[in-house]
């Protein structure tokens, strides 16, 4: 419709230039010119405009909204139709979850050998945990009912029945057990029971401190080794700083403080739980000696009441 319009009207501007306008009054021949060739180009200004937005309009509804190229060059890289190659590509690739192994990998590498130290004294830590528990879950050393069932037999003078309510297997047990062996003999030396008493439980402590100097050792080194390496990551930093000269760029000074910290942070997750685990050990340890001392007390205490009282009894019996 609209190509036909501009047809009729180009037909009608070209009649009329052709013919000439009607004659009216006394308008001269040189007016009546320019009056039809203004005509003229309005006319044809007009059809123009009328032509060039009818074709905008038809090219508008037709034209697709991607292009092949971009197309192929999208579906090419593994990303929908939709994606802008150009624009959203880095921020596809910069959301994409990164591998554990990948990244583990990448902080070793920048660590160095000091984070390849942090991870072997982390991997021993373990070890000495996972023993040391499995340990203190066989033996359960803070256990003491037993121990409490045999005291109070052993107060009533029942000693065969106080030996056996004992769990050797226990090291307060154990040395409890002893103890009330050595005095039910009538001919016991209680200084050379005391040094054989202190002997055993020497051993089994020192059976239970096991592995834990160890532990102490990595709870220490671990922050040390953690501010060596900040400190050659600040030294290569200002190392590659000097050698770029007044050409500095970021990205080289970022590179050593990101060492730096990373070592440092390593460092820290190393120590702290370590730290923990050695403290609730040693604990656990001066919790079982202090028990382990007690009930030796005890026993030896308790023996002697008893014999006191046998020996009123005997003297009142005696007198009487």
Same mark, same amino acid.
């Given at each position: 419709?609209?190509?036909?319009n501009?047809?009729?009207?180009?037909?009608?501007?070209?009649?009329?230039?052709?013919?000439? +306008?009607a004659? #009216? $009054?006394? =308008?001269?021949?040189a007016?009546t /010119?320019?009056?039809?060739?203004?005509?003229?180009? &309005?006319?044809?200004?007009?059809?123009?405009?009328?032509a060039?937005?009818t074709?905008?309009?038809?090219?508008a509804?037709s034209?697709?909204?991607?292009?092949?190229?971009?197309?192929?060059?999208?579906s090419?890289?593994?990303?929908?139709?939709?994606?802008?190659?150009?624009?959203?590509?880095?921020?596809?690739?910069?959301?994409?979850?990164?591998?554990l192994?990948?990244?583990?990998?990448?902080?070793?590498?920048v660590?160095?050998?000091?984070?390849?130290?942090?991870?072997?004294?982390?991997?021993i830590a373990?070890?000495?945990?996972?023993?040391k528990?499995?340990?203190?879950?066989?033996?359960? +050393?803070?256990? #003491? $009912?037993d =121990?409490r069932?045999s005291l109070? /037999?052993?107060?009533?003078?029942?000693?065969?029945? &106080?030996?056996?309510?004992l769990?050797?297997?226990r090291?307060?047990?154990?040395?409890?057990?002893?103890?009330?062996?050595?005095?039910?003999?009538?001919?016991?030396?209680?200084?050379?029971?005391?040094?054989?008493?202190?002997?055993?439980?020497?051993?089994?402590?020192?059976?239970?401190?096991?592995?834990?100097?160890?532990l102490e050792?990595?709870a220490?080194?671990?922050?040390?080794l953690?501010l060596?390496?900040?400190?050659?990551?600040?030294?290569?930093?200002?190392?590659?700083?000097?050698?770029a000269?007044?050409?500095?760029?970021?990205?080289?000074?970022?590179?050593?403080?990101?060492?730096?910290?990373?070592? #440092?942070?390593?460092?820290?997750v190393?120590?702290?739980?370590?730290?923990?685990?050695?403290?609730?050990?040693?604990?656990?340890?001066?919790?079982?000696?202090?028990l382990?001392?007690?009930s030796?007390?005890?026993?030896?205490?308790?023996h002697?009441s008893?014999?006191?009282?046998?020996?009123?009894?005997?003297?009142?019996?005696?007198?009487?």
């Open positions: 419709m609209s190509t036909d501009t047809v009729d009207a180009t037909a009608m501007a070209n009649e009329t230039t052709a013919n000439g +306008p004659p #009216t $009054g006394t =308008v001269a021949p007016e /010119a320019q009056t039809d060739s203004s005509v003229v180009n &309005a006319a044809l200004d007009s059809t123009n405009n009328a060039v937005n074709v905008s309009s038809d090219n509804d034209v697709p909204q991607s292009t092949p190229a971009a197309d192929a060059t999208a090419e890289n593994g990303l929908p139709n939709d994606v802008n190659v150009d624009g959203t590509v880095a921020d596809v690739a910069a959301n994409t979850p990164v591998d192994m990948t990244q583990l990998q990448d902080f070793l590498t660590g160095g050998p000091v984070v390849w130290i942090l991870m072997g004294f982390s991997v373990l070890c000495i945990v996972l023993v528990i499995w340990q203190f879950a066989l033996l359960r +050393p803070e256990s #003491t $009912g =121990v069932k109070l /037999a052993w107060r009533k003078g029942e000693n065969q029945e &106080a030996i056996a309510a769990k050797t297997r090291p307060v047990s154990e040395v409890t057990s002893m103890a009330m062996h050595g005095l039910s003999r009538p001919s016991a030396d209680h200084s050379l029971l005391k040094e054989e008493l202190e002997r055993v439980a020497t051993n089994r402590m020192n059976q239970l401190r096991a592995f834990l100097r160890p050792v990595i220490t080194l671990s922050p040390l953690g060596l390496g900040t400190v050659l990551g600040m030294i290569v930093a200002f190392q590659q700083m000097e050698a000269g007044s050409q500095v760029d970021p990205s080289v000074l970022s590179g050593g403080i990101w060492q730096a910290l990373l070592t #440092t942070a390593v460092g820290l190393v120590a702290i739980p370590v730290v923990a685990i050695h403290t609730w050990l040693e604990r656990k340890v001066e919790r079982v000696s202090a382990m001392n007690d030796v007390t005890q026993v030896f205490t308790s002697q008893v014999s006191l009282s046998r020996a009123k009894a005997e003297e009142i019996k005696r007198a009487a």
